[in-house]
């Protein structure tokens, strides 16, 4: 029984023994075997790793592009710095001071310089016969005249009046004299067969710029105001009053008014 037990404990020792002896040599190996998985793994590139070197790389690109711009923009000031230097600077406009001008003093008008003044006449001729003439109805006598007798201007022309129900039938000349007939909506104007009109109205009377202008400045003053006071008269008393014409018409009264007693005395 002993023998037994001895030899199961030889043989434990034996496996113990062989087991160390084992272990110790397969350690080496077990720990090349380490050894080579670490080589392995450390051969191997992790993917961290390739992340980190792909934005190390992007990284200097950008950094070279930085680079470049940074060279390129001091390249640009330097060419701006070359230009300012050539072009001349500007001058400041320094502010100019305005001289003072003195003023004149006008002279005092002397009560002479005012007589003399307002006697002079606020209005030319021409004006005036131009402003009478706008008028005339209201301060010379109509014209034509009415009643008037054309028989010695129409023997002065060697014509004859004819009325114009007879005018188909009477010959063309009679005694010497041509006929003509009077046009009723102007009196005083005649017309012949070649159908031209002959004017044979008073022409001394007529209310034309050549007969005004022959009087003086006084009398065409005194004939505009008298014009404007008719012309005030009837349209105030119309069927159709215009008070903002009046008016006017009242100021220029007035101003025609100052002028005629100018001219008076003279």
Same mark, same amino acid.
């Given at each position: 029984?002993?023998?037994?037990?001895?030899?199961?404990?030889? !043989?434990?020792?034996?496996? /113990? #023994?062989?087991?160390?002896?084992?272990?110790?040599?397969? !350690?080496?190996?077990?720990?090349?075997?380490?050894?080579?998985?670490?080589?392995?793994?450390?051969?191997?590139?992790?993917?961290?790793?390739?992340?980190?070197?792909?934005?190390?790389?992007?990284?200097?690109?950008?950094?070279?592009?930085?680079?470049?711009?940074?060279?390129?923009?001091?390249?640009?000031?330097?060419?701006?710095?070359?230009?300012?230097?050539?072009?001349?600077?500007?001058?400041?406009?320094?502010?100019?001071?305005?001289?003072?001008?003195?003023?004149?003093?006008?002279?005092?008008? @002397?009560?002479?310089?005012?007589?003399?003044?307002?006697?002079?006449?606020?209005?030319?001729?021409?004006?005036?016969?131009?402003?009478?003439?706008?008028?005339?109805?209201?301060?010379?006598? @109509?014209?034509?005249?009415?009643?008037?007798?054309? #028989?010695?201007?129409?023997?002065?022309?060697?014509?004859?009046?004819?009325?114009?129900?007879?005018?188909?039938?009477?010959?063309?000349?009679?005694?010497?004299?041509?006929?003509?007939?009077?046009?009723?909506?102007?009196?005083?104007?005649?017309?012949?067969?070649? #159908?031209? /009109?002959?004017?044979?109205?008073?022409?001394?009377?007529?209310?034309?710029?050549?007969?005004?202008?022959? !009087?003086?400045? #006084?009398?065409?003053?005194?004939?505009?105001?008298?014009?404007?006071?008719?012309? /005030?008269?009837?349209?105030?008393?119309?069927?159709?009053?215009?008070?903002?014409?009046?008016?006017?018409?009242?100021?220029?009264?007035?101003?025609?008014?100052?002028?005629? @007693?100018?001219?008076?005395?003279?």
């Amino acid at each position: 029984m002993s023998d037994t037990i001895d030899h199961k404990a030889k !043989k434990r020792k034996v496996a /113990i #023994g062989s087991d160390d002896e084992d272990y110790e040599e397969d !350690k080496p190996t077990k720990s090349t075997g380490v050894a080579t998985k670490v080589t392995q793994e450390k051969a191997k590139p992790a993917p961290s790793k390739k992340k980190d070197d792909d934005y190390d790389d992007e990284s200097e690109e950008e950094s070279d592009e930085d680079e470049f711009d940074d060279e390129s923009s001091e390249s640009d000031e330097y060419s701006d710095f070359e230009e300012k230097k050539k072009k001349p600077a500007a001058k400041k406009k320094t502010p100019t001071k305005k001289k003072e001008t003195p003023k004149k003093s006008k002279p005092a008008k @002397d009560s002479k310089s005012k007589s003399q003044s307002s006697s002079q006449p606020l209005k030319t001729k021409n004006s005036l016969v131009y402003d009478v003439l706008k008028r005339w109805w209201y301060v010379m006598p @109509d014209w034509p005249p009415k009643d008037y007798d054309y #028989g010695p201007a129409l023997l002065r022309k060697g014509l004859r009046k004819v009325e114009t129900k007879y005018w188909k039938v009477e010959p063309e000349e009679k005694d010497g004299k041509r006929k003509v007939f009077e046009i009723s909506s102007y009196p005083g104007l005649f017309k012949n067969s070649q #159908g031209e /009109i002959i004017d044979l109205r008073p022409s001394d009377s007529c209310p034309s710029f050549e007969n005004l202008k022959k !009087k003086s400045q #006084g009398e065409l003053a005194q004939m505009l105001v008298t014009a404007l006071k008719t012309q /005030i008269f009837q349209l105030d008393n119309s069927e159709n009053p215009d008070p903002e014409l009046s008016k006017e018409l009242q100021k220029e009264l007035a101003k025609a008014q100052k002028l005629a @007693d100018s001219y008076k005395g003279r």
